[in-house]
């Protein structure tokens, strides 16, 4: 049986063919889109005890989650990153809530109504509010998102996560604190 295809055809289909250099850039930008690097520091320093209005019209403070493992999560609907990062921030709230974790989602947004409705529809349970100016400055600013802080039992931030954040990170990063 001859093939069916003529020269130029052949040499077309060439052209299309990807190299292996083209599919290693287009895997390594499919892996940055879903697992998107992220910079851990360590941190050693007090929270100041701001306050935070949750959307439920709640007032919480730093201070009245000293004896929890906290994530502080600065964040805003419009941010793929951030809408990529939450259903594992979700599954981590559900498996360690009880055992003495918190999280504070604060979107850097001004719009209460709009977070609400976003945590709402994607049936997010852990609680979230706006970050005020003076949140963010509490925090050393929030002049990206999204950003994360892992504050201990004794109210010290731990850990600064620029980027997103993921269910292994979390557990590598808070179980060892909520063991101190």
């Known amino acids: 049986m001859k093939n069916a295809l003529g020269p130029k055809a052949k040499i077309w289909l060439k052209k299309l063919t990807p ?7 287009l895997g390594l930008i ?3 889109w879903f697992r998107p690097p992220a910079w851990v520091s360590d941190e050693q320093r007090p929270v100041p005890n701001v306050q935070m209005m949750l959307t439920d019209g709640r007032v919480v403070s730093m201070a009245s989650l000293r004896g929890k ?3 502080v999560n600065f ?11 939450m259903p ?9 809530h009880a055992r003495g974790f918190e999280i504070l989602a604060l979107s850097i947004e001004d719009n209460p109504a709009l977070v609400a409705a976003f945590m709402e529809k994607e049936k997010y349970t852990f609680p979230a509010g706006l970050a005020s100016a003076e949140v963010q400055q509490a925090f050393g600013g ?3 998102v999204p ?8 109210g010290v931030i731990r850990h600064k996560v620029s980027g997103q954040v ?6 590598g990063l808070v179980a060892p604190l909520l063991k101190d």
Do not use: G
Not at 19 to 25: E, G, Y
Not at 91 to 96: K, N, P
Not at 147 to 154: A, Y
């Open 69 to 71: 493992v906290v994530l």
């Open 166 to 171: 993921y269910y292994a990170r979390l557990e």
């Open 142 to 144: 929030a002049n990206r």
């Open 88 to 96: 594992d921030m979700q599954a981590f709230y559900r498996d360690w």
């Open 75 to 85: 964040w805003a609907t419009w941010c793929p990153y951030c809408r990529h990062e």
């Open 19 to 25: 190299s292996p250099v083209t599919l290693l850039l």
């Open 30 to 32: 499919v892996y940055v």
């Open 147 to 154: 950003l994360s802080f892992i504050v201990d039992k004794k």
